[in-house]
């Protein structure tokens, strides 16, 4: 190994170092801390253009001087060496998603691999890409029409029982809560009364943003 590629793995290992680079710890999956992620992607774009201003909106305000000291240090020694660049890009991509979930309130366990974004996300961002909503609409229209007629079967069936004995009764009254609620959060979804919750519960300061 050249000595200039021992400078740019000690040059990126210090600065891992002074990061608190954590390793993965259980599986949590997230959608902004997985390889495939819509700030990992950011930031890689970012990074092969120079310029930091994309990834700055994933973070809060006050913590915008330390991702632009992270992105400055990552150019400075990722053209040292093939080595030298996966090292540095790995540090920035680490130091922007810990950011990035620190401001949302979230738990950073580590970087995710690619290929652990839930489905139903990854057809949300697809749904962005394109510019058309209407494969989404469609696969979640079905979704919830089938949780509501399953759901409706079961209370139905166990209805049919309920007064014969008092296990039937409470399997009934299962199946009905179950029914129930279920519809019940859909409207609750549909009407944006969670929406509202989630909006009071916002910090108020700009910048702050649910993911």
């Not at 400078?7 to 891992?16: D, K, P």
């Not at 992270?70 to 991509?93: C, I, M, N, Q």
Request: aromatic share 6%.
């Amino acid at each position: 190994m050249t000595a200039k590629r021992v400078l740019g793995i000690a040059a990126i290992t210090m600065l891992v170092m002074g990061a608190g680079w954590p390793g993965p710890v259980g599986r949590v999956y997230g959608h902004c801390d997985t390889m495939d992620g819509p700030v990992v992607k950011t930031a890689q774009a970012a990074l092969s253009k120079g310029d930091v201003t994309p990834v700055l909106k994933w973070v809060r305000p006050q913590h915008e001087a330390e991702i632009r000291e992270a992105f400055k240090k990552t150019l400075a020694v990722r053209g040292l060496s093939p080595e030298a660049k996966d090292l540095a890009d790995r540090y920035f991509f680490e130091t922007l998603v810990r950011l990035h979930r620190e401001g949302e309130g979230a738990p950073y366990t580590g970087l995710k691999p690619a290929g652990q974004v839930e489905p139903v996300i990854a057809a949300s961002d697809k749904a962005l890409e394109t510019g058309s909503v209407e494969g989404l609409t469609q696969e979640m229209v079905k979704l919830v029409s089938d949780g509501i007629r399953r759901r409706f079967a079961e209370a139905m069936e166990t209805k049919k029982h309920a007064d014969e004995t008092v296990a039937a009764g409470r399997e009934f009254v299962s199946a009905y809560v179950a029914f129930v609620h279920y519809v019940e959060q859909l409207h609750a979804d549909a009407v944006g009364q969670n929406e509202q919750h989630a909006e009071s519960q916002k910090p108020t300061e700009p910048g702050g943003h649910q993911h």
